[in-house]
């Protein structure tokens, strides 16, 4: 029989939204709304393990009334066990009143476990044998990975060998301070997993839609994204592997909202039109966008741009606008600030003629414009 795997990570739940002040508290009820889906996704496919690589939750500070909620989602899946393991920002402390104590407290053991300990943990599923091996973390920084540990031990090749860690993994993430609990790929593959299940980095890995060969470990990305650094689209994924260890996987995309950026350079109405265009094509009521407008426009075109950016800012989720358009440098704006014939007005009718989509002129009416309020 093949075993079905729910997979994700960095769910962070309790993270503040703090760059979307407008739509914090959707963002925040769609993270939560996006976790449920990956449950009922799961209970829908029938996938026998929910695994979660770590940080499930944003802090280990989070309050109790985050907890028992995200408890109370976990106990609605109906598969054989959920199983998490701490990461760097929900790390593992010893404390009675700890933030994994309290979560322990709120769930089934039999049902949902928590592998904070450095050993294998093993599970029946029929006739097949799962052996797990974490890799948690215990301190939001290190210098050194945890799956020394597993290298070292003995493995049953009868059993399916599960490593699930969360940390960098050289050459698909970033570390240069090496704090991140930093592995390579040949650290991982010297410790004869069947799968690694990794958590950390916020992109997903493979980069395949469907997976059909092993790639000997999957990173689940966040389940929704995060901020404007983590724009990529939520992600979990629904792994088998059959008892002769094939393993298949495609991604599952538990939200519909997303952040993106836009650098957008307009320098007429038509253009503008296109942005407007562009602008539809958006899942606006989903989407969080940071829109980077910079070109050169009259009056009259500004304050149409203006109005368009008004209209929209009210049907997206968030509209982070910067506007960086200049002022079109044209005869009449020319007309406006200089007599005929004087110096200036000379100056810019010449190179307003040699270039008059260029940035001398530009700059020269900058410049003279300051002299003159000067």
Known sequence: MA???????????GISYSSFPKSKQQLLDERIRSFENMVQYANDNQMNYFIIGGDLFDKTSVGDKTIKEITGILKKFEGELVVVIPGNHDFYETSTNSLWSKFCENVNPEKVVVLKEYEMFDHQLGDQLIHFYPAGCRSIHSDKNM????????????????????????????????????MTKDELKSCNMDLWLLGHIHVPYPLNEIVTENPELFMAGTHMPDSWK????????????????????????????????????????????????????????????RLTIKGRLDDDNKNYLHELIKTKEAEFLT??????????????????????????????????????NGTVIQKAFEILDKVKSD
Not at 3 to 13: G, P, R, S, W
Not at 149 to 170: F, L, T, Y
Not at 326 to 342: A, E, F, M, R, T
């Open 319 to 356: 509209l982070d606008f910067t506007d960086q358009v200049s002022k079109k440098i044209d005869g009449s704006l020319i007309n406006q600030h200089y007599p005929n014939g004087s110096l200036p007005h000379v100056l810019l009718t010449e190179l307003l003629n040699e270039d008059p």
């Open 147 to 182: 799956i020394g540990w597993i290298n070292k031990a003995e493995k049953n090749k009868e059993s399916i060998n599960i490593g699930i860690a969360h940390g960098n993994v050289s050459d698909l993430g970033i570390d240069d301070a090496d704090r991140y609990f930093n």
């Open 3 to 13: 075993i079905k795997i729910l997979f994700t990570a960095d769910n962070h739940i």
């Open 230 to 289: 983590y724009k990529h689209d939520g992600n979990a994924w629904h792994i088998e592997i059959d008892d002769k260890k094939k393993v298949n996987a495609k991604r599952f995309k538990p939200t519909e909202t997303k952040i993106n950026d836009i650098n957008y350079n307009v320098n007429s109405k038509s253009e503008i039109d296109l942005l407007e265009k562009k602008l539809n094509e958006y899942n606006k009521a989903q989407t969080a966008l």
